[in-house]
């Protein structure tokens, strides 16, 4: 039975750890070869050793998705050694929770910069190799708080909620050559990100989830998994929230 991303090429920001991890190992699984790529090169080296162990193939490369001169080179580098991509993932983001009036500039532009200008750059140096093969799946990794806001991360919600509109922006502009553009809004994930809240906090929240727990990077990487399908090909400009129910 032919796995559903058999001879792709997929690029994954943000893949040495969490979430950006989880997906790259998916996406192998389903047959992709992976570009793992993110900032420390050590981290995205060992999701590229733990694809090959799974019988997978990947690559790691360091950059810092915030330089949009890191970004040409080694979507450069991804090209010549690929040949091409078919799914791109803009997952990598940070945080820099602070309330507004004790923000920083650098609280504030770390933020935009890494979560929505990272997006911008990779999608901005791979879609004209999308444009020319007339196909390709862009997905991008938003969050519900860029859906509902949250107090102490107005930083944090204007980059998710930035790249739900650029998301949308880039679907139009693409749709007619055969490219995707879709996002997936995690609620609150299983993550070293999250391993910050407390006991208590965990509680707390699994008592606004629907579903009664935290989700899994395992339950974004399936929905992205989906999207980079060619079952989701009537799909773009959307938004699919992987929340258990917490916005709703």
């Not at 930035?162 to 998301?167: D, H, K, Q, V």
């Amino acid at each position: 039975m032919q796995k559903l991303l058999e001879n792709k090429i997929a690029v994954v920001t943000g893949a040495g750890r969490g979430i950006g991890k989880a997906i790259a190992l998916r996406l192998a699984g389903e047959g992709a070869t992976i570009a793992a790529c993110g900032r420390t090169l050590a981290n995205v080296e060992a999701t590229a050793s733990e694809v090959a162990k799974a019988g997978g193939k990947a690559t790691a490369f360091a950059v810092d998705v915030a330089n949009s001169a890191q970004v040409a080179e080694t979507c450069e580098k991804i090209l010549k050694e690929f040949g091409r991509v078919d799914v791109l993932v803009n997952n990598a983001g940070v945080t820099r929770d602070q309330l507004l009036l004790r923000m920083t500039d650098d609280d504030w532009d770390t933020v935009l910069n890494t979560n929505l200008k990272g997006a911008f750059n990779f999608t901005k140096s791979l879609s004209r190799g999308m444009l020319k093969q007339r196909s390709g799946r862009i997905i991008n990794i938003t969050s519900i708080i860029g859906l509902t806001g949250n107090a102490g991360q107005s930083n944090y919600a204007a980059s998710k909620a930035g790249l739900i509109g650029f998301t949308k922006s880039v679907a139009r502009e693409l749709a007619s050559r055969g490219i995707t553009a879709n996002a997936v809004a995690p609620g609150f994930i299983v993550t070293e990100m999250t391993s910050a809240l407390g006991e208590p906090a965990r509680e707390m929240l699994k008592t606004r989830i629907a579903l009664g727990r935290l989700g899994t990077a395992e339950d974004v990487a399936n929905v992205v998994l989906f999207l980079a399908s060619d079952l989701a090909a009537y799909m773009t400009g959307q938004v699919v929230t992987v929340d258990g129910g917490l916005a709703m």
